[in-house]
């Protein structure tokens, strides 16, 4: 793994260190998005066998929405 990233010219120390960051922010991300689903589910009081819609919604939301300083929501730059 070292010759390739010789080759590459890229020092694995700042490849590990991205990894770890993008790790935490997806985490973070999921976290979130299973805090919004107990908070749906409680707040309509539903029984926990919807989970998995509840989770499902709360990221259908959050691709719908628009980021708060951005024009443009993440559906629809996936759908240019």
């Given at each position: ?8 010219g ?11 960051v ?12 299973v ?8 707040e ?8 998995a ?11 719908r929405?628009?980021a ?13």
């Amino acid at each position: 793994i070292h010759e390739l990233f010789a080759d590459q010219g890229n020092p694995k120390g700042v490849l590990l260190q991205r990894h770890v960051v993008v790790e935490c922010v997806a985490k973070r991300q999921n976290w979130t998005m299973v805090i919004v689903a107990k908070a749906m589910l409680e707040e309509k009081i539903m029984p926990k066998i919807y989970w998995a819609e509840a989770i499902r919604m709360a990221i259908y939301i959050q691709n719908r929405i628009s980021a708060p300083g951005g024009k443009v929501s993440p559906n629809e730059l996936f759908l240019r």
